[in-house]
């Protein structure tokens, strides 16, 4: 996609977006738009692990909780994540404050993504910003309880986010060559969450015939919904229009269980060159509307960019299972926090250390009665049925029954 491979895609408009990476896979995907020079959006990463946010090119970047876990990690401990979270929140705070449009870029499974990303999500709703969360969910390959972390972090950021867009590492690495290496793959992941974050830019800065702006965004997704659907495609050539809508129907963001099928709102946005005509337009938007959503109320946004010469780029970000709940009551008010403002179960886990004993209140036992299973006919509507005897007991009757055991009630 030529136009958002552009070194310099454009210049920022009247509506303030960030990028924050968080944890290890999100601060990579940042890293990703600063050496792309990715232009018109703030980017900053957020970590526990302040040795990796050393590595990091991002010139804004915030290490957070070091109280908690000394600056080295979570360890994979969502709970750990959380509280460092919220010992540092007037940070997050100060990172969403005056945030229009936020993206969330992070990895689920681990502690930090998982743990501090719904957080953040949840302070950026209190300031009033719009927050799409783009999540890298684990490979296969990788243990259990990390894919079922994933999956809790992901329902939580949908309670917290106006839209979460899942991407499944297996997934995308699909269009890998089979002997790419692990970095490879990862970086393929990686890669796919960049154009995401830069399709959406572009719906919302580029102008054109039929423009797509904030406000609209802010509409659709106003209230909370349940899965969303999201994808990009491109053609070029004589067909270009046809060979894009083709590109789209195949984009792995598509094709995922996470992902709804159809939409009851659609926002749909396309980019072409100065040879894109009205018939062009109008077979895309029958295409995608009987694709994505022939019931959803579909809105529609035009480009034409001399630059993409015969090229068409289509863009759609759309929401199902909306409820009539606006974000505006999701969000809770905030909880005073105390003054150590640590667990001492979470101390417990991110230094090793063992929780202090507590006291704990004994009760006098109450009277019991006894009760006897071997009560009544045990084979109720099988009574004439014969039974199986194996040394003078009848095995069809459970154990507890031919032993006569009493249970304390």
């Known amino acids: 996609m030529s136009d958002l491979e552009n070194e310099d895609i454009g210049t920022p408009t009247g509506v303030r977006m960030k990028v924050i990476g968080v944890g290890g896979a999100g601060s990579n995907i940042v890293d990703r738009l600063v050496l792309s020079q990715f232009s018109g959006v703030e980017l900053v990463a957020v970590n526990t692990d302040q040795q990796a946010l050393s590595d990091s090119p991002i010139v804004s970047k915030r290490c957070i909780g070091k109280t908690v876990t000394g600056g080295l990690g979570t360890g994979g401990d969502v709970e750990v994540g959380e509280e460092a979270a919220r010992k540092d929140v007037e940070v997050i705070d100060e990172l969403v404050k005056d945030v229009d449009l936020l993206f969330i870029a992070a990895g689920l499974g681990g502690g930090t993504g998982t743990g501090v990303a719904p957080i953040i999500a949840e302070q950026a709703l209190r300031e009033g910003a719009i927050v799409i969360a783009f999540v890298a969910l684990p ?76 406000a609209q965004l802010r509409q659709m997704l106003a209230k909370k919904a349940g899965k969303t659907l999201f994808g990009i495609g491109a053609g070029a050539g004589e067909n270009a229009a046809a060979e894009a809508i083709e590109n789209l129907k195949l984009c792995p963001l598509l094709h995922t269980p996470e992902f709804s099928k159809k939409a009851d709102q659609l926002l749909v946005n396309i980019v072409g060159g100065t040879r894109i005509g009205m018939a062009d337009t109008q077979m895309i ?103 199986t005897l194996f040394e003078g007991q009848d095995l069809d009757a459970p154990t507890y029954l031919r032993r006569g055991v009493k249970i304390v009630l």
């Open 285 to 387: 938007m029958e295409a995608v509307a009987e694709e994505f959503g022939a019931d959803a109320n579909v809105t529609m946004g035009a480009v034409v960019d001399e630059e993409l010469g015969d090229s068409v780029e289509i863009c759609i970000l759309g929401t199902s299972e909306v409820t009539s709940v606006p974000f505006t009551k999701v969000v809770k008010t905030r909880k005073p926090s105390t003054d150590s403002g640590i667990s001492s179960s979470t101390q417990s886990k991110a230094h090793g250390s063992k929780p202090k004993p507590t006291a704990t209140k004994t009760f006098s036992s109450a009277s019991q009665e006894e009760f006897s299973f071997s009560e009544g006919d045990p084979k109720g509507e099988f009574e004439n049925s014969s039974g």
């Open 139 to 214: 490979f296969t390959i990788e243990r259990a309880r990390r894919a079922n972390t994933a999956q809790e972090g992901l329902r939580r950021l949908r309670d917290t986010c106006n839209a979460v867009v899942p991407l499944p590492n297996d997934l995308l690495i699909q269009e890998s060559d089979p002997d790419a290496s692990l970095l490879d793959a990862f970086a393929k992941a990686d890669a796919w969450i960049e154009k995401a974050i830069k399709s959406i830019w572009c719906m919302m800065n580029k102008t054109g015939m039929i423009n797509l702006d904030f």
